[in-house]
């Protein structure tokens, strides 16, 4: 069964810092990968999304991941960060036909001003 | 963009009686919604898939008797919590998707906040 792993529960920051969240993955082939953003209380927020193609994805607020098959992750980077950034951070995957997603247990981004 | 919108956001209900929650599809049709239960600082546990017009198919360990989900529409599809008690006290999320074949984007909703007393 497919499965993803965050190994970051909290991370901080300073604002104007890069940012990298580590996600890992274990699936058999070429998963679908999702980054999600959740504030206090709040739903999911799609950050960006890798099906296939360019292994560097772009997404909202300035935020990009890399596909890296060779080493089962898909890291999310910001170059900048802002202070409106601290919320938490999901990875997800599915593995196509269902539509079902598995999450990892996220990391908490706190950013220092 | 696509919409997922649920109802209510937050809802207190006494131990014993049921609770519906909505999730809605606003502008899209949801052949597929699913529905996830999120304990505090904790991650999204996949409760159940409904697809419109059949039955729910429930995670393991999850009552379908307990959690009653309806997808009677394209638009809509309700989760009851049923006879609730305190430690059903938790944040519903559902999530839609416009067809059944991979690679779709999943849409969430804002979530449900529910406190049984």
Redesign the interface.
Known sequence: AQSVTQPDIHITVSEGASLELRCNYSYGATP?L?W?VQSP??????LL?Y?SGDTLVQGIKGFEAEFKRSQSSFNLRKPSVHWSDAAEY?CAV?????????????T?LKVEL | GAV?S?HPSRVICKSGTSVKIECRSLDFQAT?M?WYRQFP????M?MA?SNEGSKATYEQGVEKDKFLINHASLTLSTLTVTSAHPEDSS?Y?C?A?SA????????????S?LTVV
């Open positions: 679908y999702f999600y209380g709040q739903g999911l927020q799609l999304k099906f999901f599915h593995t196509g036909g269902g539509n079902k997603l598995t999450f990892g247990t996220g908490q | 997922v649920q597929t699913f600082k904790q991650s999204l996949l898939t944040f999320i999530s998707t059944g074949g991979s690679g779709n984007t999943i849409y969430f909703g804002e979530g906040w």
